[in-house]
Protein backbone atom coordinates (compact mmCIF):
# COMPACT_ATOMS: atom_id res chain seq x y z
CA UNK A 1 0.00 0.00 0.00
CA UNK A 2 1.66 3.66 -0.70
CA UNK A 3 0.36 7.06 -0.70
CA UNK A 4 -1.84 8.13 -3.81
CA UNK A 5 -3.50 4.41 -3.96
CA UNK A 6 -7.08 4.21 -4.43
CA UNK A 7 -8.67 1.92 -2.52
CA UNK A 8 -12.60 0.14 -1.53
CA UNK A 9 -13.56 1.60 1.67
CA UNK A 10 -16.17 -0.17 3.49
CA UNK A 11 -18.65 -2.07 3.66
CA UNK A 12 -20.95 0.83 4.46
CA UNK A 13 -24.01 1.22 6.18
CA UNK A 14 -25.95 -0.18 2.50
CA UNK A 15 -23.41 -2.80 2.05
CA UNK A 16 -21.46 -1.08 -0.82
CA UNK A 17 -18.16 0.03 -1.02
CA UNK A 18 -16.78 3.80 -1.06
CA UNK A 19 -13.44 4.73 -3.63
CA UNK A 20 -11.11 6.34 -1.44
CA UNK A 21 -7.56 7.34 -1.92
CA UNK A 22 -4.80 6.81 0.99
CA UNK A 23 -3.19 10.62 1.41
CA UNK A 24 -1.12 9.61 4.12
CA UNK A 25 0.93 6.69 5.97
CA UNK A 26 2.31 6.75 9.42
CA UNK A 27 4.21 4.02 11.58
CA UNK A 28 5.04 5.00 15.16
CA UNK A 29 3.79 8.45 14.42
CA UNK A 30 6.71 8.80 11.69
CA UNK A 31 4.89 9.67 8.02
CA UNK A 32 6.34 6.93 5.28
CA UNK A 33 5.54 6.24 1.67
CA UNK A 34 4.50 2.79 1.54
CA UNK A 35 3.32 -0.56 4.04
CA UNK A 36 4.24 -3.75 3.01
CA UNK A 37 2.56 -7.10 3.73
CA UNK A 38 2.70 -7.69 7.81
CA UNK A 39 3.26 -4.56 8.66
CA UNK A 40 0.75 -1.80 10.79
CA UNK A 41 0.30 1.60 9.68
CA UNK A 42 -2.36 4.58 10.29
CA UNK A 43 -3.96 5.67 6.71
CA UNK A 44 -5.49 8.78 6.32
CA UNK A 45 -8.18 8.33 3.63
CA UNK A 46 -10.19 10.25 1.73
CA UNK A 47 -12.94 10.20 -0.29
CA UNK A 48 -12.80 10.08 -4.11
CA UNK A 49 -16.21 9.18 -5.37
CA UNK A 50 -18.53 12.25 -6.63
CA UNK A 51 -21.51 13.19 -5.06
CA UNK A 52 -20.21 11.80 -1.75
CA UNK A 53 -19.74 14.24 1.42
CA UNK A 54 -16.33 15.11 2.25
CA UNK A 55 -16.05 14.84 5.70
CA UNK A 56 -12.46 15.33 6.04
CA UNK A 57 -9.75 12.02 6.30
CA UNK A 58 -11.00 9.03 7.24
CA UNK A 59 -8.53 7.68 9.56
CA UNK A 60 -7.85 3.91 9.71
CA UNK A 61 -5.57 1.34 11.55
CA UNK A 62 -5.11 -1.33 8.69
CA UNK A 63 -2.42 -3.63 8.61
CA UNK A 64 -1.14 -4.47 5.10
CA UNK A 65 -1.76 -7.30 4.80
CA UNK A 66 -5.46 -6.72 4.86
CA UNK A 67 -5.24 -3.88 2.46
CA UNK A 68 -3.59 -5.85 -0.01
CA UNK A 69 -6.03 -9.05 0.36
CA UNK A 70 -8.87 -6.88 -0.16
CA UNK A 71 -6.78 -4.79 -3.23
CA UNK A 72 -7.13 -8.45 -4.66
CA UNK A 73 -10.48 -9.33 -4.16
CA UNK A 74 -11.46 -5.94 -5.54
CA UNK A 75 -9.19 -6.95 -9.05
CA UNK A 76 -11.00 -10.40 -9.16
CA UNK A 77 -14.30 -8.71 -8.69
CA UNK A 78 -13.47 -6.56 -11.32
CA UNK A 79 -12.29 -9.55 -14.18
CA UNK A 80 -16.07 -11.64 -13.70
Same mark, same amino acid.
Given at each position: ?6 ? /????? *????? @??V???C????? %? ?7 G ?5 ? /????? *????? @? ?8 A?? %? ?9 A?E?
Amino acid at each position: VEVGQSL /LWGPT *PEGGF @SPVRVTCIQRSH %VPVRQIAPGQTATLA /LQSTA *PGLPH @SGSKQALLTAAA %VAQAAAAEAAAREA
